[in-house]
């Protein structure tokens, strides 16, 4: 099992992270290729983590950490026969890159990617009427979280032009103009920042509010900008992500305008819909294009943060992640790296001791779909 740390999470998405966690549960020896960004984190949590391997008696190759630069390190990973499966976080063509090289293997294996997210939050009119200046300050709020460098972060912010508007626009800027520049994680993702935010002025966005001039050579500062629903489906650069403290507020028409937009955009990890009762009918038809384009859908809060739980999932169709199917967040992570195998018509002392009449090792199972414990 190979993982690649990410830049963003040097903990909870590199050595030490879920990915780590899971894969180890499921019985699979990791390695990890450290992210650059961080070598000093990635080393004393690696350190760590084979003390943690020693204690437990287990063999020393259960654990390695792989330090370097380039993309020779990362392509003898992927390609290694012994290799069975890949995670990723980051970049749709970094992710893409190790998924193509995954299938071209003799025997292609498995690549589980985390690449790109704007997270949409749709207002409906009631609720952008009844709460438009909490809905609006409140999601610069979160999207300015880690300096706009997190997966989850709010985007996107769609509304249709009527009472309540204006509130939430003008409490989105007075939000955005207190948000402090800050340091961005690497100045590559500040250079990447800096190219991407003058995408939007290229589609035709406008800039409509900014926080302070940055102080700093690498400080990312916060921006927020406005588009029209026709700007949004005439240019795909729009709805694409900025890793970065910059949101986009968006103008529609009207409900059709809404629902034309939802689908055009691509595979995403969560999507908001904030709504009161009189909004039901509207959601009505909002939601199934929703289902179809996110792998979580949150309801009158926010994308981030998201809890680790039973229930979550952080995942979403492609290129939100590579398959849908599966979550990198929660109790459900482990089932990315075990495969299923039934043992037919066996005698007892050759099957696996969790699958064996007396239960040796005392675990929970399923026996003919009931769950048991002896």
């Known amino acids: ?3 690649f740390g990410a830049s963003n999470f040097p903990i909870s998405y590199s050595v030490a992270g879920g990915d780590t966690a899971s894969a180890l549960a499921a019985g699979c020896p990791v390695v990890i290729k450290a992210h650059n960004a961080h070598p000093g984190a990635s080393e004393i949590q690696g350190r760590v983590i084979q003390e943690a391997v020693a204690e437990a008696g287990l063999h020393e190759g259960v654990f ?10 990362g392509e003898a990973l992927v390609d290694h026969p012994l290799v069975r499966a890949v995670t990723f ?5 970094g992710g893409m890159a190790l998924y193509h090289r995954a299938q071209q293997r003799p025997d292609p294996i498995p690549v589980f990617t985390e690449m790109t997210s704007v997270n949409p ?7 952008l009427a009844a709460r438009g200046a909490e809905t609006g300050g409140g999601l610069v709020q979160r999207a300015m979280y880690n300096a706009g460098q997190a997966c989850l972060k709010p985007a996107i912010l769609l509304a249709i032009d009527g009472p309540g508007f204006q509130e939430l626009r003008d409490a989105a800027i007075a939000e955005v103009e207190k948000v402090a520049a800050r340091t961005m994680l690497t100045p590559g993702i500040h250079d990447s920042y800096v190219r991407n935010a ?6 035709g966005a406008t800039l409509i509010g900014a926080g302070p001039v940055p102080a700093h050579a690498w400080d990312g500062q916060s921006l927020l900008y406005e588009a029209t629903g026709e700007q949004l489906l005439a240019d795909p650069a729009l709805r694409e992500e900025i890793f970065g403290p910059a949101i986009l507020l968006v103008r529609l028409t009207g409900l059709d305008q809404l629902l034309e937009v939802a689908r055009a955009f691509r595979g995403q990890l969560s999507a908001s819909l904030h709504a009161e009762a009189a909004d039901r009918a509207a959601a009505e038809q909002l939601l199934p294009i929703l289902e179809r384009r996110t792998g979580r ?5 926010f994308s981030i943060p998201q809890e680790v739980s039973y229930a979550s999932t952080h995942g979403g169709p492609f290129p939100a992640t590579s398959d849908s199917r599966f979550t990198s967040v929660g109790m459900g992570a482990i089932e990315r790296f075990i495969r299923p195998v ?5 005698p007892d002392d050759l099957l696996p001791q969790p ?3 007396a239960n040796p090792l005392h675990l929970w199972r399923l026996v003919d779909g009931e769950p048991t414990r002896y």
């Not at 003058?198 to 589609?203: A, H, L, P």
């Not at 859908?297 to 809060?301: E, H, K, L």
């Not at 039934?342 to 066996?346: A, E, H, M, P, S």
């Open 1 to 3: 099992m190979v993982i």
């Open 198 to 203: 003058q995408r939007m002025e290229y589609g």
């Open 64 to 73: 390695s950490l792989v330090r370097g630069a380039g993309n020779e390190i």
């Open 121 to 127: 939050t749709f207002v409906l009119p009631a609720a």
């Open 297 to 301: 859908i949150v309801f009158n809060a």
């Open 355 to 357: 699958l064996r009449e």
């Open 342 to 346: 039934t043992y037919q018509n066996f």
């Open 89 to 93: 976080t980051g970049s749709e063509g």
